[in-house]
Structures are given as C-alpha cells and as structure tokens.
C-alpha cells in the first residue's frame, strides 16, 4: 500500500450494478473523483512538506543564538580534526557491545526459560527469575553502571578484576538481560499450547518441547523487538564512559572541552547512527527473507 | 481378539463442567472406533485423555491391559506408542516437512538422521508427499498438511492411532485425500480411535460407532446398526438432525 489517503481506491468502478441508474456514466465520475482525490493529497502533502521546511530554512537563522549555535555546533575544522578520534573511540564501544551481546542473549534466554517452567519442584528458579527482571528493568541503566562500576572494583580486587570495562559491562548485561528476558519469555508465551500437544503427543519430553518446537519459533517472532533492544544497547554503551573507559561520548567530552566547540558530539552523533540504522535495515531484510522461505503468501 | 485398549469409568471434569462421565468402552486390537456426537459431547476430550494430554479424574485407561492413566506415571513412552493427529494439524510452521516428520524418531527413539530420513521418505512417499519433503507446512495445502501430520505420528510407529476431527479443518475437495490415508491405515490392520463429524466416512470405515452425549458414550454399535436402526432415542435424534442438515 502505497497510498494512505482515505477514500481513495485503486480499483474504480465497484459501483453496485442493481443500484445505479447509469453505470456506465456512475464508474466514471467515480473515477475522475478518485483520481481528482489522489491528485489533491498529493498536493497538499508536498506542499506542506515545502513549506515547512521552507520555514524552517528561513527562520532558524533569524534567532538571536543561531550564528553562536552555528559555530559551536557544526565547525567544520572542528569536525574534521576530531572526527578520526572519535571513529577509534568507537572501536571500543563496538567491543563492548560485541561481547555485551552473546552473554545478555544467553543469560536473557536463560531467564526466560526459568520463568516458563511449570514444574513446582522448580518454583524458585521461577520466583528468582522474575525477581530478577523486576530489579533490573526496575533500575535506571546508568544507577546500575555506576553503583556496580565504583561499587565492585571498591572491593580492592587486583587486575583484570578491578577494570571499569569487565564491571561496566556486567552492569550492562544484567541490566539488558533482564529487558530481554521479557521478550523471549512474551516469545515462549506466543506459541500456542497445540505446537506443545503436537510435540507431547509424539513423546518429546517438555525439554525437547521446549528445545526443538517453542523455543525456536518463539526466538523467530521476538527478533524484532530484540533487535530494538540491541540497538538500545549498542547505544547505550556509551554510559559506561562515566565510570572510567575512554569511548566514543568520552572522547567527544575531551575534545569538547579541547576546542570548546560542541560539534565532536555531532561527529559522535553520526557515527552511532552509520552503525545503527544499517543494523534495522539488516534485520529487516532477514526477517523478510524468513517469511519468503516459510509461507506461502505474504500479507501485505 | 486381544483388548487393546480399555477404558473403565473414565470421568473427567474442567472446573465444574463435566465432560465425560463414566466412559466404558474395550478396543480390540486392529477395530477401528468412530466417535460420534455433537460439539462438546466429549469426543475430543476423551482422546486427549487416551494420549495422556488430560489427566483423568476418576476411573483407568488400559493400554494392553496395564493402567496408563495412573498418576505419576510418565506419559512419554506411553505417548510414544500411542500417535495422535489433531484437527488443526499441529505442524511445526518452523520445520520443513521431513524435519516434522523425522524430529520424533531422532530425538525420541534414538534414530540417526539417515535412519530417520530413510523412514521419513519411505512414509512421505507412502503418503504421496515425497516431491513434498522439503516444503515448510504455510506452503502446503490443507489436506497435503494433514497427510504430514498422519505421517509425522505414523513415524514414530505406533500401536494405536487416535484421529481427531482430522477433516473438520479441510475444504470439502480435501477431505478425500486424507480419508484415503485413512483406510489405508486400515487395511494395514492399524487400531484407531476416531472421533468425527463425517458420518458416511465412519459408517465405511468403522467396526463400531459410539455415540457420545453429554459425556456418555450411549450406544456403541457396528455402524449399519447404528446408523440404520439406532435404540438410543438420543442417537436417534442427533442422527435426524444430521440428516436433516443433509450430511448423511
């Protein structure tokens, strides 16, 4: 569907034969109305698209602070000194998302499965995991970077086990663990009871239910709000400057203060977004790819 | 004739609804049972109930005369023996074909994935899907589905077969192919179980009929007893109605 306007159609002359008196004559003013329709909200829509932007353009700069903004916000020697910076910087916080990822995707999983058994023998497991997700999704990311970032190393552990990056991480793990537990267990929790007769019936056990038929169709339908939470992650790791590793937000923070001009944070900016907007097309084009290969037909 | 299956005072209850009650039946080995009945007359409850998947309240199911519905017992090598297929199929949308069919076999009976994949072919092409074995069930039609189910529990090779409304989800041009499996199954001296809403199917294919009411089964009888001079006036009733609604 390309078109949202309503009252349009792309298909003219459904005009119910038995009530018209003109058919033919009918289709067609019909038509000529939709078309005339279309043409307008075309109109209008790029008409107020100009104009907005139009304002926009012209407005910004008649503010009393747009020529200071200007300068402190998009130097162009600036940007271009501090850029290559900003771009190693960032190795370090792809790093940490890198090996952040696996454990929260596993740990999460974990969870979540704790929180799904049934059997009452297990209940604590149960009562553990869903005290768990309330702690953590119930406590700001960046409370829980600094009370386990300058908490734990206070303990006076030598290397490596005083390093802001092992404890920044594992607040970032816990923390997202719990957020993604949620979703697989909302995953695990969508697939319906018959898929579990199916596989009762034929006599997998409720592991090998779990493991060959919830499971994986559960991991299929919550790709997309995880790969949300992914991205979240991705750019929240940025938090973990505060308690100490020099990434991409400390390194614009540095050369801020150094060229006391604001535009590294756009540099930075833009860098987070040349990571993450790819990482959802990508995901979208998998999740695509799946339903080509698994159904018949696609709605929409 | 050997007694396969026994059921004895089977009652079950969900919540205060009591949807069977007092159930007594004996299936011989390789007798073909249709359970007949309006909705909620129990048919399906009782075969979920023979597969384990419902626990009994009160009376025994026997399965060659050893009480399967004892509490505590584990359900999983009795289910093994005994296959089920179900209205809506119950496919696994995220396997392909032979993957569904060859899943229990592997994980369950130990087999190797070339045991598994021999056997799964060997049914496919039984079941004239072997041009099918590596579609995913979404891309399959309903009938071609179902015969996937048949076969998914047929690899698992079991003693009893229970076959629930196994055609009420299909368009009536394919009804046909799934009812073939049927007697084929049949003719291979297979026991089954089956409760259903097509009367001429299982007037053909049944030793016996038995009419469920509220729980009840109230008459069981070969099917040109059943249908042709039924005593129940219950019975006789419900097949007035369906007769009168033109399926029979």
């Given at each position: 569907m390309n078109e949202t306007v309503p009252?349009?159609?792309?298909?003219?002359?459904?005009?119910?034969?038995?009530?018209?008196?003109?058919p033919v004559s009918s289709r067609e003013v019909r038509r000529r109305f939709e078309r005339h329709q279309k043409r307008r909200s075309t109109l209008i829509a790029l008409t107020s698209t100009l104009v907005v932007v139009g304002l926009l353009v012209a407005l910004i700069p008649q503010t009393p602070g747009w020529y200071k903004v200007k300068r402190s916000f998009f130097d162009g020697d600036v940007f271009s000194e501090t850029f290559p910076r900003l771009l190693e910087a960032f190795v370090k916080d792809v790093q940490i998302f890198l090996w952040c990822a696996p454990c929260i995707l596993v740990w999460g999983m974990v969870l979540a499965v704790c929180r799904s058994v049934r059997t009452p023998a297990l209940f604590p497991l149960r009562l553990f995991a869903a005290a768990y997700t309330d702690v953590f999704r119930g406590v700001p990311v960046i409370l829980t970077i600094l009370l386990i970032g300058f908490g734990v190393p206070g303990l006076g552990m030598d290397r490596p086990w005083n390093s802001p990056y092992l404890w920044g991480s594992v607040a970032l793990v816990l923390t997202y663990s719990s957020y993604v537990a949620e979703v697989f267990r909302a995953g695990i929790e969508s697939v319906h009871e018959s898929q579990r007769a199916g596989a009762r019936s034929l006599g997998l056990s409720s592991g090998q239910t779990l493991r060959f038929v919830v499971i994986p169709q559960a991991v299929r339908r919550v790709v997309p709000p995880l790969m949300n939470d992914l991205v979240s992650l991705q750019k929240d790791?940025?938090?973990?400057?505060?308690?100490g590793p020099i990434e991409i937000l400390r390194q614009a923070g540095i050369d801020k203060s150094k060229?006391?001009?604001?535009?590294p944070y756009l540099g930075a900016a833009l860098i987070f977004l040349a990571l993450t907007i790819p990482e959802t097309r990508f995901v979208d084009h998998l999740m695509a790819r799946e339903r080509r290969r698994t159904s018949g037909t696609t709605i929409r | 004739m050997n007694t396969k299956i026994s059921l004895r005072s089977v009652e079950k209850s969900f919540g205060d609804r009591k949807?069977?009650?007092g159930v007594d039946l004996d299936v011989a080995s390789s007798e073909v049972i249709a359970f007949i009945g309006?909705?909620?007359?129990g048919k399906s409850t009782l075969l979920r109930c023979i597969n384990l998947l419902e626990s009994i309240d009160d009376g025994a199911i026997l399965l060659d005369g050893v009480d399967?519905?004892?509490?505590?017992?584990?359900a999983d090598p009795i289910r093994r023996r005994i296959g089920m297929v179900f209205q809506n199929f119950?496919?696994?949308?995220?396997?392909?074909v032979l993957r569904n069919v060859t899943l229990a076999p592997r994980?369950?009976?130990?087999?190797s994935a070339d045991e598994a994949d021999d056997r799964g072919h060997e049914l496919l092409r039984r079941l004239g899907l072997h041009d099918r074995a590596?579609?995913?069930?979404?891309?399959?039609s309903g009938g071609q589905q179902q015969r996937v189910a048949i076969a998914r529990s047929l690899a698992m090779e079991p003693e009893v077969m229970l076959l629930d409304e196994?055609?009420?989800?299909?368009?009536p041009e394919l009804v046909g192919e799934v009812l073939d499996v049927v007697r084929e199954l049949k003719g291979n001296g297979m026991t089954m179980l089956l409760a259903t809403h097509e009367m001429g199917f299982a007037r053909e294919i049944a030793d016996r009929v038995c009419f469920l009411h509220q729980g009840q089964i109230l008459e069981c009888a070969p099917p040109n007893e059943l249908?042709?001079?039924?005593?129940n006036e219950r019975t006789q009733q419900f097949l007035q109605r369906v007769i009168d609604s033109g399926r029979l």
């Open positions: 009252g349009t159609s792309d298909r003219p002359g459904t005009v119910a034969s038995g009530t018209s008196h003109q790791v940025a938090l973990v400057s505060l308690i060229f006391a001009n604001f535009t | 949807v069977l009650d309006s909705s909620g007359s399967i519905s004892l509490p505590g017992l584990d119950n496919l696994f949308p995220h396997m392909n994980k369950v009976l130990g087999l590596g579609a995913y069930p979404d891309q399959l196994i055609t009420s989800a299909l368009d249908f042709g001079a039924p005593r």
